[in-house]
């Protein structure tokens, strides 16, 4: 089953990623960390940045690949994935630049990024933990509803509804949203050996208990979740509001004992 923590805040949230992310380093400080963009994961990032200090964790080792990445962006730009990577994780994290990686959005060579990246990916022996957040529409990286549970990293078409979730960070300005992306494909975010998704808020309390509690349908990509080994959920009460089993989902939480981890 997947496991749902139910948290009263996204710092709450961010401090039980942080944990598992901390030990992890520990143990293997070459570990490779699958990496989103996008707010959800903001306070994990911040409480992972404040352990690896606090701890004096050498990070020089970790390697990272990013989710996905807008087409047509130049690198440079202030809202590219590359970026947002740069700005919230590589420098406060202290991660090594050269070992973070961000799908190829140039559209000149995007043609075999998709599989490049994959293979990139299994090169570094896969991932061990991804963070995920999760769109309004379901989608996981950028697989809009529809995608194939078994796609590698590709191009995707943007829907009209993630633009616009995502103009925001363009001045509000839907014109300068991308239309196309190149993400990671459900059948790769599957390879990860822990799937960490993080949402908050009311608006995505429909797509939470479609993922963990609706039938598994491409229409969904995010319900895939259902069919991997080590998946946790950590949501909000807003974004639990929908969940029919939240009280069991409390409950095996309070229940479970410290050394289990999550
Ligand atoms: C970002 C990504 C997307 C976002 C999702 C939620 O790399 O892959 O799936 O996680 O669109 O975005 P926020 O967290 O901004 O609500």
């Known amino acids: 089953m997947t496991e749902v923590i139910i948290v009263h805040s996204q710092e709450e949230a961010g401090a039980i990623y942080a944990q598992a992310v901390a030990k992890l380093i520990e143990r293997k400080p070459d570990c490779v960390l699958g990496l989103a963009t996008g707010s959800s994961p903001l306070a994990a990032y911040r409480e992972l940045a404040k352990i690896i200090h606090e701890r004096h964790l050498d990070v020089s080792r970790v390697r990272g690949f990013a989710l996905d990445e807008y087409a047509g962006l130049e690198p440079e730009h202030p809202e590219s ?92 300005d839907m014109d300068k949203v991308p239309t196309h992306c190149i993400t990671q494909g459900i059948g790769t975010i599957m390879k990860a050996r822990h799937l960490i998704l993080l949402a908050f808020g009311d608006g995505k309390a429909e797509a939470i208990a479609e993922t963990v509690e609706g039938g598994v349908s491409s229409f969904c990509p995010a319900s895939a979740l259902q069919l991997h080994p080590h998946a946790t959920v950590i949501v909000d009460e807003k974004a639990a509001s929908k969940l029919r089993n939240k009280d069991y989902y409390r409950y095996a939480y309070d229940h479970k004992p410290a050394w289990q981890g999550i």
């Open 81 to 172: 994935y590359r970026s947002v990577i740069t700005r919230t994780v590589v420098e406060p994290l202290g991660l090594t630049p050269e070992l973070v990686h961000v799908p190829n959005g140039n559209p000149d060579t995007i043609e075999h990024a998709g599989e490049e990246y994959d293979r990139a990916i299994a090169a570094a022996g896969g991932v061990d933990v991804q963070i995920l957040g999760i769109g309004t529409d379901g989608h996981i990286g950028f697989n809009e509803p529809g995608s194939s549970l078994a796609s590698g990293t590709r191009i995707k078409t943007l829907t009209e509804q993630t633009r616009e979730d995502n103009a925001r960070f363009f001045g509000g």
